[in-house]
């Protein structure tokens, strides 16, 4: 069985991420909701397209590299939570 979707994570804030250029962190969303529903072709799409971007872009920025650990982080610190509970 699969955890619920986290209501912070949506379609909608992957495309704003990649919108503003975070292209891995749009992409991780995209993974992430599509762990969750396999069947969304417009999820695949719309990884695809952010995929193809990140090709063509240099390495990720320090911001991103930041963006995406601190995340990680929260993460980890809310399974930890989780599984306390």
Avoid: C
Avoid at 25 to 35: E, G, P, Q, T
Avoid at 50 to 57: A, D, G, K, P, S
Wanted: hydrophobic share 40%; charged share 35%; no cysteine.
């Amino acid at each position: 069985m699969t955890a619920p979707a986290s209501p912070l994570y949506t379609a909608s804030m992957a495309k704003l991420f990649a919108e503003q250029g975070y292209l891995r962190k749009a992409a991780w969303i995209y993974r992430h909701l599509l762990a969750q529903d396999p069947q969304r072709a417009e999820l695949r799409e719309a990884l695809a397209q952010v995929e193809r971007q990140i090709e063509t872009q240099p390495a990720p920025t320090r911001k991103e590299t930041e963006l995406i650990l601190r995340e990680w982080k929260d993460l980890m610190k809310r399974q930890r939570d989780r599984e306390r509970n």
